[in-house]
């Protein structure tokens, strides 16, 4: 619930990560079109958590909505 990807500290992470692995920040932005091919790998994730889980959409939407805090990272 604590995750907020667009602080100052998380910024800075989140560039050096994706420089190390040498993979632009744009591709954030495409995130939205593979919502499909990560679904069915969701039961992998629901066996391996104790804990009861929301649906797979609403994980992905919160993800989406944190991306979509650092688009400035590759729009100009």
């Known amino acids: 619930g604590g995750v907020d990807l667009a602080a100052p500290e998380n910024l800075d992470l989140l560039g050096k990560i994706f420089g190390a692995k040498h993979v632009p920040l744009r591709l954030l932005g495409r995130i939205r079109d593979q919502r499909e091919f990560h679904r069915p790998d969701w039961q992998?994730?629901?066996?391996s958590v104790p804990e009861e889980l929301e649906d797979f959409?609403?994980?992905?939407?919160?993800v989406l909505g944190q991306v979509g805090r650092l688009k400035a990272?590759?729009?100009?």
């Open 73 to 76: 990272l590759w729009e100009e």
């Open 44 to 47: 992998a994730v629901i066996e």
């Open 57 to 62: 959409d609403f994980y992905f939407d919160f």
